[in-house]
């Protein structure tokens, strides 16, 4: 059931996460002061199935009547949707993935996107209204309107005025769709733990080079980018065709490391590849690079209308990273071999 549920959405959680535009016209409408004094001020609580909801962070809140929750409530094993934020991306959302369906949720917008799960339904995304306050960010999550979200993946809400109390309700049919909770909380513990996380521990140098090593990767370099994450350079082939890829490795939340994604690079020529992500370029040679014994190469670029040279010693490496800076938008790179070969290319 997994496997359906969340496959569905892997391609609009990756566009999503690298794209650089938003894919909507902001109408925002920004919580005022008085939404703020209103949350400190009124504080409901939620039951899931009888049993009430200890909220960890971010805590639930009323505005205009309506009740609002940290997304990640919708973890809870009694209903199981898969969160994944991106709270530091240039526009931050957060999906909600459910075997009924996703949602893809941003702060401070009048409408959301539900892509349906009926493989039935021909034209699945739809635009919905809130029509009601609109999501916010809070700390390290969004806030949501319960009842909006609950009721589209296929839940009961109901609220009890006296003692201002969200109810939450799964039916038989609803439940009998879920994994057990042992499977659930084994689910939840292979997701990357969030940047924001301060509780778990950072990846070391001496993990990352033995996480390579048991999973027979031949690796080129190495780098840790964050305190949980890491990418790998490494040469695949393919029907004979060779091409430089990155192997991004995260920590999880049950304390191991995994693959996370993998990012192919162009092709530039026979004899090397160069490519940039983000501050991080790769360089990677093949069989063809190889033969001509390259010593070094030397990269350059604009800073400020300034250039900059730098020269790398290749000194019997297949590939290599190494870093620039961050408003750098282009550079080139000269390669030198043996009896005064030389190979130019890019980097954008």
């Known amino acids: 059931m997994h496997n359906r549920r969340f496959m569905n959405v892997l391609l609009i959680l990756f566009l999503s996460a690298s794209n650089s535009t938003p894919i909507f016209a902001s109408a925002s409408v920004v919580p005022k002061l008085s939404d703020s004094i209103q949350r400190s001020a009124i504080q409901p609580s939620v039951t899931i199935n009888g049993i009430n909801f200890s909220f960890q962070d971010e805590l639930p809140t009323l505005i205009e009547g309506k009740t609002f929750v940290p997304t990640q409530l919708f973890e809870h094993p009694d209903i199981q949707a898969d969160i994944s934020k991106f709270i530091d991306n240039p526009y931050p959302h957060v999906f909600i993935s459910h075997f009924n369906g996703a949602l893809s949720i941003y702060p401070d917008k009048n409408d959301y996107m539900f892509s349906d799960y009926d493989e039935d339904i021909e034209d699945s995304d739809v635009w919905i209204n809130w029509k009601s306050p609109t999501p916010y960010l809070s700390g390290s999550d969004i ?206």
């Open 143 to 348: 806030m949501v309107p319960l009842r909006a979200i609950a009721e589209r993946i296929g839940i009961s809400v109901d609220w009890d005025v006296t003692t201002r109390t969200a109810i939450i309700t799964t039916d038989d049919d609803f439940r009998a769709e879920l994994e057990s909770p042992e499977e659930w909380e084994d689910w939840l513990g292979m997701k990357p733990i969030e940047m924001d996380d301060p509780s778990g521990e950072a990846i070391t140098e001496q993990e990352l080079t033995e996480f390579a090593i048991l999973s027979g990767l031949p690796v080129l370099d190495s780098r840790i980018i964050d305190k949980y994450t890491a990418v790998l350079l490494h040469i695949e082939e393919e029907d004979g065709v060779e091409s430089l890829t990155l192997k991004y490795v995260d920590r999880l939340k049950n304390g191991s490391l995994d693959w996370s994604m993998d990012l192919g690079m162009g092709d530039d020529g026979d004899d090397v590849q160069v490519k940039r992500s983000g501050q991080l370029v790769s360089v990677g040679m093949f069989d063809q690079g190889l033969k001509k014994q390259f010593s070094h190469f030397e990269v350059s670029y604009k800073v400020h209308d300034k250039k900059v040279t730098h020269t790398f010693d290749i000194a019997g490496k297949q590939g290599m990273f190494f870093d620039i800076p961050e408003e750098v938008t282009s550079g080139e790179i000269t390669f030198f071999g043996k009896n005064g070969y030389t190979f130019e290319t890019y980097f954008w």
